[in-house]
């Protein structure tokens, strides 16, 4: 997940990545490099192979190679090992690839086979898109075309994003898309914003009764026979309830199918 902002979904959007990736019969490595331990707390500390406490500031490792190889070069273990998701804290992309810059790491991973794909993530506030728009930059800078890069416009807010097709952002998202050089993840809304991919977010009052207690969204759909009887719904609420968490799970399979491990 990349992205220097917090607050914008990574940690939703890593989840969704991983539960697309295990209902294909595969099961990544988790790393999460975050003090708040955000991604830990959804999944369960057991759920995540490598935990990368800030202990420090980011400005520090950003200052200190020795520091921030001491922070990051344990990850390296991790992504050799197979496919892996990656939820990082804000502010900790920059230094990271710095890291990486530093210790010459793209041509060490190109040579190790390891291809990092960078789902830079943003919410519809346009300084949001602008830290996304500098993650693409800076990723295809220190990577060049040996990493994929994809754009995740996420709908926190529930109120879509018709009001980017207008920005400048856009105009260049659509020349790198156009050209191959960047893969959207989300689905279009015609009724909404026309042309513009977005990943929704789950609106289910099933997830809503359980989000607090260590369930993902894919969790919560499993178990929604027990989930609506025990928050006490009747039937018309827990029908619709059960529809609204269908449709979301339909969504975000179709949204994140570029990103799917391929079969065969």
Not at 9 to 17: F, L
Not at 74 to 92: H, I, L, R
Request: glycine share 8%.
């Amino acid at each position: 997940m990349a992205s220097n902002d917090g607050g914008v979904g990574k940690t939703m959007v890593a989840v969704n990545a991983l539960m697309i990736w295990e209902r294909c019969g595969v099961k990544p490595a988790v790393v999460e490099m975050d003090s708040a331990r955000s991604l830990s707390g959804i999944l369960g500390e057991d759920r995540v192979d490598l935990s990368l406490d800030q202990g420090q500031s980011m400005d520090e490792l950003a200052r200190n190679p020795r520091a921030a190889e001491e922070f990051f070069d344990p990850t390296f273990d991790v992504f050799a090992s197979g496919p892996t998701v990656v939820d990082p804290g804000a502010n900790v992309l920059k230094p990271f690839l710095e890291w990486i810059e530093r210790s010459e790491g793209a041509g060490i991973w190109q040579e190790e086979g390891i291809r990092p794909h960078f789902l830079a993530v943003a919410d519809d506030d346009q300084e949001a898109l602008k830290e996304a728009w500098k993650t693409i930059e800076r990723v295809r800078e220190v990577f060049g075309d040996w990493a994929k890069v994809y754009l995740v416009l996420n709908d926190r807010a529930g109120t879509g994003f018709r009001s980017i097709s207008d920005l400048k952002f856009w105009k260049r998202v659509k020349e790198m898309r156009e050209a191959g050089e960047l893969t959207l993840i989300g689905t279009e809304n015609p009724e909404n914003d026309g042309e513009v991919p977005f990943v929704r977010r789950c609106d289910s009052l099933l997830w809503e009764a359980v989000r607090t207690q260590g369930y993902t969204p894919f969790d919560a759909y499993k178990e929604r026979e027990s989930i609506a009887k025990k928050a006490g719904m009747n039937a018309m609420k827990a029908t619709r309830a059960k529809k609204a968490l269908r449709d979301w799970v339909a969504h975000i399979q179709d949204a994140f199918a570029p990103i799917a491990p391929k079969r065969g």
